[in-house]
């Protein structure tokens, strides 16, 4: 019984590995062809965009922490659209494609974004309408830009990261130190139970009583 558990896991993995294989082939097929498109221009990390309306050269664009107003709708290479809205965040708060692309955009522009799955979600997915590996494409309006508070400053990944670090030290450093206390106690205790002063007087308590 056990093997056959084996087995099926087996097949269940092959089977697996294959349909991501076949994910990626179709994706990376789908980049090909929209990278040869007219107006698409592909960045050196593999994200496209095509310009669809241009919010004008003088206009803004945020950074890496500035709350961003945003229309979207995106959609799988198939055509299925996933999800689309209105809503507000930061470059630093999203997926890496749209990490990149905000902070190339100015206000009021409206792009067409062409995402390979390593800028998106990859090999994890966001089930159940994102599968693994998928090729994303949206269509991103940049609205307008919010000035970045101090909240969306501690908000920021990067900031969260950095405390978690110092949190998880302090608390190292906290446990060392118990430790380090725990074991001078108890050596201190077995040198005093091993003085010979110390047994005449426990001794000389215990005949007392």
């Not at 998880?168 to 108890?186: H, I, K």
Request: charged share 20%; net charge negative; glycine share 8%.
């Amino acid at each position: 019984m056990f093997a056959l558990h084996v087995a099926l896991a087996a097949i269940l993995l092959l089977l697996t590995e294959r349909a991501c294989a076949f994910d990626t082939a179709e994706g990376q097929a789908y980049l090909d062809a929209n990278a040869a498109r007219e107006g698409v221009v592909v960045t050196g990390s593999g994200l496209q965009y095509r310009v669809i309306a241009s919010g004008g050269a003088d206009a803004p664009s945020p950074g890496l922490d500035d709350p961003c107003d945003c229309e979207y709708e995106g959609h799988l290479i198939n055509g299925e659209t996933f999800d689309s809205g209105r809503a507000t965040f930061a470059p630093n708060q999203v997926i890496g494609g749209w990490t990149e692309a905000l902070q190339l955009m100015r206000t009021g522009d409206e792009w067409e974004l062409t995402i390979p799955s390593d800028l998106a979600y990859g090999a994890r997915g966001a089930p159940p309408s994102i599968p693994v590996h998928a090729v994303l494409v949206f269509t991103l309006t940049l609205l307008e830009i919010q000035p970045a508070t101090a909240w969306d400053a501690l908000a920021s990944p990067r900031l969260t990261y950095v405390l978690v670090a110092l949190f998880l030290a302090l608390l190292s450093a906290l446990l060392c130190a118990v430790a380090a206390t725990a074991f001078r106690l108890f050596a201190t205790s077995r040198a005093r139970r091993r003085d010979p002063r110390y047994v005449a007087v426990e001794l000389s308590d215990q005949g007392r009583a």
